[in-house]
């Protein structure tokens, strides 16, 4: 049986279903982790080798603030707690998680990033959460 576990972030349905024509995000990479993050984190890639190479669309201190995506190439804090910050809200939907060791685990599934007009990315993503 999947393990589903949906974060939902504030206003994100108010957002989904405001979206309107072809507006898109453009959800870019972040080139390892940000100086923020140190210690216990998750960290989400659009593929195995963007993950082995560092190419990350999402890195957070697990599943706490501070979090980050990049937009067009611009490092962006967001909120990983469910609140809109810098004009975007984060839904990231687990849909296998895999425990790897004690302190270590193996998730793919979903991030969508929804901005103040309602534009809109979603990917697949491949990573890790541990300490």
Not at 9 to 15: D, K, N, Q, R
Not at 47 to 55: A, M
Not at 99 to 108: G, I, K, N, S, V
Request: one cysteine or more.
């Amino acid at each position: 049986m999947k393990n589903v576990r949906t974060f939902l972030f504030f206003s994100m349905a108010t957002a989904l279903f405001s979206c309107t024509g072809n507006k898109e995000v453009d959800l870019t990479t972040i080139d390892g982790f940000p100086p923020e993050i140190i210690g216990c984190s998750c960290y989400f890639a659009k593929s195995e080798e963007d993950f082995k190479q560092q190419k990350f669309i999402y890195v957070d201190a697990y599943e706490r603030n501070p979090a980050y995506i990049s937009i067009d190439g611009k490092l962006l804090r967001v909120n990983a707690e469910g609140e809109t910050l810098n004009g975007y809200d984060v839904i990231i939907t687990i849909d296998e998680e895999v425990q790897l060791d004690a302190e270590l685990y193996h998730r793919e599934g979903t991030i969508s990033v929804v901005d103040s007009t309602g534009a809109l990315a979603e990917t697949k993503f491949y990573g890790e959460c541990g300490c």
